[in-house]
Each structure stands twice: as C-alpha cells, then as structure tokens.
C-alpha cells in the first residue's frame, strides 16, 4: 500500500442500518427513514445515490452507507 493509500480512509464504505423512525400519518416506507435523510443532509451535504459521489447515500431498506467510518459512527450515535 503506498502512503497515498494510507490517507485515503474511504476506500471502502462503511455500511450501516437502523430502525424505522416512527412517523405518524406518513404511511410507512421511505417517509420512516425522513428524519435520518434529513439529519444525514444537514449533516454531510446532498446525497449521491446512485453515483456514490457525495460522502453518504442512503441504499433503502434502513441502510445507509457512508464514505468515511467516523461520519457512520456519529450517524450510529444519533440513532441508536
């Protein structure tokens, strides 16, 4: 591994599931994952879903995957 490597903590995402939010009147389905896509954008900019160009993307069925392990644990820590 060259040192370029070694600075590069991304090079393979970490992924990451919670469980439904509880969301009242929304019908279920993705509006159950809505406060975590919103904290995730506040948090970590827009979302790159089928691109992975952004540092987070939310991959559906409660997993979210992550560029950089330290923005999947602070996700973890908010919603554990």
Same mark, same amino acid.
Request: with cysteine; aromatic share 18%.
């Given at each position: 591994?060259?040192?370029?490597?070694?600075?590069?903590?991304?090079?393979?995402?970490?992924?990451?599931?919670? #469980?439904? $939010?509880?969301? *009242?009147?929304? &019908?279920?389905?993705?509006?159950?994952?809505?406060?975590?896509? /919103?904290?995730?954008?506040?948090?970590?900019? #827009?979302? $790159?879903?089928? *691109?992975?160009? &952004?540092?987070?993307?939310?991959?559906?069925?409660?997993?979210? /995957?992550?560029?950089?392990?330290?923005?999947?644990?602070?996700?973890?820590?908010?919603?554990?």
């Amino acid at each position: 591994m060259t040192d370029k490597m070694k600075d590069i903590d991304w090079v393979e995402w970490t992924a990451v599931s919670v #469980p439904a $939010q509880e969301v *009242t009147g929304t &019908g279920g389905g993705l509006w159950n994952w809505r406060p975590c896509l /919103e904290w995730c954008r506040q948090q970590f900019g #827009p979302s $790159q879903s089928y *691109t992975r160009d &952004g540092d987070w993307y939310y991959s559906m069925g409660g997993e979210f /995957e992550f560029k950089y392990a330290k923005d999947a644990m602070l996700f973890l820590l908010r919603w554990s």
